[in-house]
């Protein structure tokens, strides 16, 4: 049936078309204020807000409202109430009041909070964000909220986005200001988060524990085929596949979500979806909505969604593109170097804030994307490696070089592309190539961080990169501010900071050995591990900077760092259990009766002659028998490395932390190998799960 996408785009969604029509004309201009300027409400205004979202609520079959947030946890959390009120006469009535609105009280105790709370310390408060809208989803109207500690300590990932949105805002504000702009009264920070996935049959998944548990496969030998011949990147979309998509296009456009593109990833079964730019807020809250119903219209087509970093090794992993820039609230892209970027003081003073920062913060950068799942995907050469640096592209960078050397930059004028079909219609080449290899590449007018891991919460990302820009913005507002001579002042200032911090920028090939060799000539970071990185939350220069900002305090910057230890070190835990699990449960069982079956027969083909050839037999009974030894052998060493880490919590987070990462991820490592081997010489109908031939090739 053909849809009306217009009439149904954020047809679920208490937006400013739906305020408009059901406020008051002094509410809705109230709440235009709120949502724009970030002016506070009072509860006056959220009682009748509440009540036309109630009303509205009820219209679209709502029976329940709920606070929806982001704990640490990575996904979203909601408690749910109904909206029914007792009456003196034994019924009920529909009520919902501002204060529900704008204040929920969830335990804060039972989410990760990095020593903020203790058991006992239970209070906690969840608050309205009016600036991201209200919707609904299954039958209860979602509001989304911020959480924090009766303390008022930051608990979830929406609080610092929003502290680090006013950071920006203010400090590039001032900037614009000394540029001569009195007319612009906010900065906002607009992403668009592409989103990878994997696709699998959900009768296959339900036969694989690691996949149940972890996410990802913790065994599997390669298939027959791969990606190799790169045939379903961009391919013909499988017809399940299809009817999943546009199920899922419907979900996201009623939930006002900008759903733009979609089609087949490189690896077998992998997918990707690609929304249009909004604000960093919403996109945020778009991109947790997405991932949950990613998985839920998968259900109904009888598939699984994996959004694991890595779910199959030997095949491309999944991520999740940002692409982050700033613009004016006159819609004045502050990164679009325009017709002549050389010209262009605003674009070139924002620009060089930004390589400013991201040679400044490389190892809070490379914490945004920390995590057991992506240690596996970065540099890998799918994704971009662990070492941070940025591209330009060749016209920026001649524009940067000219600056630096001082001599006047000539431009170059737009090439039409010829590619030798006259039928073709003509257009003009792009002035700079892409890198998909870079972690930080400029692409036009935005830059397009690519080292997030397609389960991450882009929280993180963002509130880092906001900050850590709003800090460079900071230092150069102060030193232009004392300028007597305004353009020397910035022309100075540029020049100086391209000499200073040129080493992040690199356009060639990341994935090369010799860029992590000239990295380090640099002096560049190169944090390989998510236990490697998280240790400098905590240096001294960036719970500084992030203090200075009120984005986080130290205390919670603290809690982060546990939080996110505490994360790695369960991870890897409960893989290695799984292991250990369908080691000894699974394949160690079935491996024996395989080899039993196999002595068997050379018992049957010697009852009937000895003259019978029963080599094959022999050898598969004494290659496996001699692998199931030494697989048992491994698994031993496994458990004795999940003791020596137990040993390291006594010691403290980071002792154990490393010990996972450098000696469970090990032996975990050398148990795979051998079943691995095991594997390719059992028949497949003897081995105990589905192999990568069945889960990257089932959906049909």
Not at 603 to 620: H, P, Q
Request: hydrophobic share 40%; proline share 4%; aromatic share 8%.
């Amino acid at each position: 049936m053909v849809k009306n996408v217009p009439e149904l785009f954020g047809s679920m969604v208490f937006n400013e078309s739906v305020m408009k029509e059901r406020l008051p004309k002094d509410t809705y201009k109230l709440m235009c204020r709120v949502i724009q300027e970030g002016k506070r409400l009072d509860r006056d205004v959220a009682n009748i807000v509440a009540n036309a979202m109630k009303d509205w609520a009820l219209e679209k079959g709502a029976t329940h409202f709920t606070h929806w947030f982001q704990p640490m946890t990575g996904i979203t959390a909601e408690k749910h109430d109904s909206f029914i009120a007792p009456t003196a006469d034994g019924h009920v009535i529909m009520e919902f009041s501002g204060k529900e609105l704008i204040q929920g009280e969830p335990d804060a105790s039972s989410f990760p909070n990095g020593g903020l709370r203790a058991t006992f310390e239970a209070r906690g408060y969840t608050a309205w964000d009016p600036t991201s809208f209200a919707f609904i989803k299954g039958g209860t109207l979602c509001i989304p909220t911020a959480f924090y500690s009766y303390g008022g300590q930051a608990l979830d990932k929406k609080t610092p986005l929003l502290r680090s949105m006013e950071a920006i805002n203010k400090q590039a504000v001032r900037v614009l200001r000394l540029l001569g702009d009195t007319e612009t009264k906010r900065i906002n920070v607009t992403v668009g988060p592409e989103q990878e996935y994997f696709l699998i049959d959900k009768e296959v998944y339900r036969e694989r524990k690691d996949l149940i548990y972890c996410g990802r496969t913790l065994f599997g030998a390669k298939p027959p085929k791969g990606q190799e011949l790169d045939d379903h990147y961009f391919g013909t979309i499988k017809p399940r596949v299809k009817a999943f998509m546009t199920d899922l296009d419907e979900e996201l456009w009623k939930m006002g979500i900008l759903s733009k593109t979609e089609h087949n990833e490189v690896a077998p079964a992998q997918h990707e979806m690609a929304p249009i730019f909004t604000s960093v807020n919403i996109s945020c809250d778009h991109n947790q909505l997405t991932m949950e119903l990613m998985k839920k219209v998968a259900d109904k087509h009888g598939m699984v969604c994996l959004l694991h970093e890595k779910p199959f090794a030997g095949v491309n992993g999944s991520g999740k593109h940002d692409n982050w820039s700033m613009s004016t609230d006159k819609d004045s892209n502050l990164l679009e170097p325009g017709e002549s970027p050389v010209e262009n003081t605003r674009f070139l003073l924002f620009l060089t804030a930004l390589i400013k920062a991201v040679d400044d913060y490389q190892d809070m950068l490379r914490i945004s994307v920390a995590s057991a799942g992506n240690d596996h995907r970065l540099g890998a050469n799918e994704a971009p490696p662990a070492i941070m640096s940025m591209f330009v592209g060749e016209e920026l960078q001649a524009v940067l070089d000219s600056i630096e050397s001082g001599v006047e930059y000539a431009g170059k004028d737009r090439e039409l592309m010829k590619v030798g079909v006259h039928v073709l219609p003509r257009f003009f080449r792009d002035t700079t190539d892409r890198n998909r290899t870079s972690p930080f590449a400029f692409t036009g007018n935005k830059f397009e961080f690519r080292m997030l891991g397609s389960a991450l919460s882009i929280a993180c990302p963002n509130f880092i990169l906001n900050t850590i820009v709003a800090e460079s913005l900071s230092q150069f507002a102060d030193e232009l501010e004392g300028a007597t001579d305004m353009e020397a002042a910035i022309n100075a200032l540029i020049r100086r900071t391209v000499i200073e911090h040129k080493r992040i920028i690199f356009n060639g090939n990341n994935y090369s050995d010799e860029w992590v060799v000239e990295a380090e000539s640099r002096g560049l970071l190169n944090l390989k591990t998510t236990i490697d990185a998280l240790p400098c939350y905590l240096a001294d220069k960036n719970v500084a900077t992030f203090t200075k900002h009120k984005v986080l305090t130290a205390e919670e910057m603290h809690s982060r760092y546990e939080i996110l230890m505490e994360n790695y070190v369960k991870c890897v835990h409960i893989e290695a259990l799984t292991m250990l699990n369908m080691a000894k449960k699974s394949i160690l069982p079935a491996v024996s009766k395989y080899v039993k079956g196999l002595a068997e027969t050379v018992a049957a083909k010697r009852a009937v002659s000895t003259a019978i050839d029963c080599s094959v037999e022999e050898k598969l009974v004494a290659k496996l028998s001699g692998l199931c030894a030494d697989f048992y052998v491994k698994i031993d060493a496994l458990e004795a490395a999940l003791v020596m880490a137990e040993e390291k919590a006594v010691v403290g987070i980071l002792d154990e932390g490393q010990c996972y990462q450098a000696v469970v991820l090990a032996a975990m490592n050398e148990l795979r190998e051998i079943a691995d081997v095991m594997e390719e010489e059992v028949d497949e109908k003897a081995w105990p799960f589905p192999t990568y031939g069945r889960l990257l090739f089932s959906v049909l």
